[in-house]
């Protein structure tokens, strides 16, 4: 069974750090790109970050740009996002994702507040 659990969420001041965690089991993980998404309250789906298979490639939104880093562990399964300066507009739910070809594949997600 295909499962992705993220954790690492909570709430932060401006400013502030985290490092969100994706574990991932039921497929060859190191056999996909995977994403990073969030969705912040009553807006839609947004894309944030991509990693290829091996990790040395990684893309960015600009809103995030210079502020996260994506990065993976291929022996542990496990993506994470490690989040610097958060800013308010930065709190949503966060999950990780990705394409098996057919279908897109999401987490449950985990909630991050920025506090102001």
């Known amino acids: 069974q295909v499962r992705l659990v993220e954790s690492g969420g909570g709430l932060v001041q401006v400013g502030g750090s985290l490092r969100l965690s994706c574990a991932a089991s039921?497929?060859?993980?190191?056999?996909?790109?995977m994403n990073w998404v969030r969705q912040a309250p009553g807006k839609g789906f947004e894309w944030v970050s991509d990693i290829n298979k091996g990790g040395d490639r990684t893309t960015y939104a600009d809103s995030v740009k210079d502020r996260f880093t994506i990065s993976r562990d291929n022996a542990k399964n496990t993506l994470y996002l490690s989040m610097n300066n958060l800013k308010p507009e930065d709190t949503a739910v966060y999950y990780c994702?990705?394409?098996?070809?057919?279908?897109?594949?999401r987490g449950q997600g985990t909630q991050v507040t920025v506090s102001s």
């Open positions: 039921g497929f060859t993980f190191s056999g996909y790109e």
């Open positions: 994702s990705f394409n098996t070809g057919s279908s897109n594949v």
